[in-house]
């Protein structure tokens, strides 16, 4: 046999992501990546003859088909036909079942990687998940098997296309979505009424035949009740984070329930109805935190012949309070079916739950409008009982440059959804704070020394965009706006040493500001391999 390869030290071994990620890209004939990986991590090229001599002994056992491949494994009584898809672990077979003369569907884990314990126990538990169910719209398991060491289980093959393809061509009309919808549900219901989760809901696990029908597929992240023996570690996030509830994004699986699917089940029709679902950021961190803070922008605004019912619907489905969802998927499909039927649905929204989505919808205008309207009535608070008639003038005009501080916190806000929260966007906005601050405090009667706060507040707030760079700008601009502000009031100079005070207090705001979106943004990189 030919002998492993041996690096030059020890001390230069990569951490085991670095190794994971290269044998990632050796299996995939990936030569890009691999070159981008030798380049950015040099100590890589004294491990990369390890990796290729071990992936070559695992294709010793026999390979998966690839577009390169000559034959499809031997599986005995099953004849591979053709692959019709692949995940992070699995990939899924057309195939003849050859003594029943019958096309059916073979999972099996990927044969170009040496499959550890936990992935064979996440997979023998997908299988185990969906062998006992037996619903007209559920894939069904029929044998589950192992041939030279490779797991596989057989299942009904679905002739026709993924949901997330079809949605690829666009949204579907309301009716058509509630339908398709209801069927769903009845199907995840009947998983929930035998013990199981199935925590991965998501158009590509949803196949459709040739006739439309739905059948709810691919339980490997599956949860079975009672019997999880705490294989699913506190803290770890399962799911498509697109679609996996706040409970699942924040990790806490001790809550996931059959809420969290109905909750997933909301997002999918939320996609089904706008050809996009509720939150997809540029990096999986950013939409982990929209999943836990944000709310979506209203179906009725991406889709106008979406009814307000079947927006509540699918609203409620998306409530941030698991106990304020539907308690059950029978109970969503229940009150579509409602809706299909011209009658009054049980979603409701009253004045208080419609406020709070809002703020989580527009949370910088929320802030905006907040703090300006406590400056508003401070400030007109102070004018009656502190200030005479004579400086009415400069109160109103005061008064004035709030309200218009308003109205353009609001034109940025529809700049930011209507361009899709491009740099563009957030420097527009970081400028009207910063100059409108700045003409407010200039015309202010009396010492503003003490409102100098807000400026850093812009530096800190400009992080929650995770964008370094308009960090940076935001902590110029606010100290060139600090620096007109100070020609305008002298008195800000006395004493002198008091405004190199202030800006060397900006720079250190905006230096930790910066910081620590740069480690945000290195672990969000990190999620991007990680997370499904």
């Known amino acids: 046999m030919e002998p492993l390869p041996q690096p030059s ?5 990569p951490t085991p992501e670095l190794l994971d990620e290269l044998l ?3 299996e995939s004939n990936d030569r890009t990546r691999q070159a981008d990986l030798y380049r950015l991590h040099p100590e890589l090229r004294d491990w990369s003859g390890c990796l290729d001599v071990l992936h070559r002994f695992a294709g010793a056992i026999p390979a998966a088909p690839t577009e390169s491949a000559s034959a499809p494994p031997d599986l005995g009584r099953f004849e591979l036909l053709e692959e019709i898809g692949r995940g992070g672990m699995g990939v899924v077979y057309k195939a003849r079942q050859l003594d029943l003369q019958r096309i059916v569907a073979v999972k099996m884990i990927l044969s170009n990687q040496l499959a550890t314990s936990e992935e064979v126990r996440r997979f023998q538990t997908e299988a185990r998940a969906a062998a006992g169910l037996r619903h007209r719209n559920i894939v069904a398991i029929h044998e589950i098997g192992e041939r030279d060491g490779r797991h596989y289980f057989v299942m009904d093959f679905v002739a026709g296309e993924s949901l997330a393809t079809r949605l690829s061509r666009g949204p579907l009309s309301p009716d058509e979505a509630s339908r398709l919808l209801v069927s769903i549900a009845q199907a995840v219901h009947h998983l929930h009424t035998q013990g199981v989760i199935h925590r991965d809901i998501k158009p590509s696990n949803i196949l459709l035949d040739q006739t439309g029908e739905p059948f709810v597929t691919d339980f490997g992240l599956a ?19 697109s679609y996996m509830s706040p409970e699942q994004a924040a990790g806490r699986n001790s809550l996931i329930s059959p809420r969290s699917d109905v909750y997933s089940l909301g997002a999918m029709f939320y996609e089904m109805l706008t050809g996009r679902p509720p939150f997809r950021e540029e990096t999986v961190l950013e939409t982990l935190v929209q999943v836990l803070e944000g709310e979506p922008t209203l179906p009725s605004r ?4 979406i009814s307000r019912d079947l927006e509540l619907i699918c609203l409620r489905c998306l409530d941030k309070d698991a106990l304020k969802r539907y308690p059950s998927a029978a109970e969503l499909a229940a009150d579509l079916e409602r809706f299909l039927h011209g009658e009054a649905v049980a979603a409701r929204s009253g004045l208080l739950p419609a406020i709070r989505r809002w703020t989580r919808r527009r949370p910088g205008l929320a802030c905006h409008w907040g703090a300006l309207g406590a400056a508003a009535v401070i400030i007109q608070i102070h004018y009656w009982i502190a200030i005479g008639p004579e400086y009415a003038a400069r109160h109103w005009i005061l008064m004035g440059i709030l309200g218009a501080w308003a109205g353009l916190s609001y034109l940025c806000q529809l700049l930011l959804e209507r361009e899709g929260r491009s740099p563009q966007a957030h420097l527009a906005n970081v400028l009207t704070d910063v100059i409108l601050l700045t003409v407010a405090l200039s015309i202010s009667d009396g010492p503003v020394s003490s409102l100098l706060v807000v400026y850093p507040l812009l ?10 760079p308009l960090v940076w700008i935001t902590t110029a601009v606010t100290a060139l706006g600090f620096l007109v502000l100070m020609t305008i009031k002298p008195e800000l100079s006395d004493p002198w040493h008091y405004p190199l005070l202030v800006l060397t207090v900006l720079t250190m705001i905006g230096a930790a500001t910066a910081y620590q979106v740069k480690r945000v943004r290195a672990l969000s990189r990190f999620y991007d391999r990680r997370l499904p």
């Open 223 to 241: 949860k079975i009740f009672d019997t999880d023996g705490g294989q699913t570690r506190s803290g770890a996030i399962v799911g498509t984070p």
């Open 9 to 13: 030290t020890v001390d230069s071994f």
């Open 302 to 305: 991406l889709n106008r012949v």
């Open 459 to 468: 530096i800190t707030a400009s992080g929650l965009w995770f964008r370094e």
């Open 24 to 26: 990632a890209a050796i």
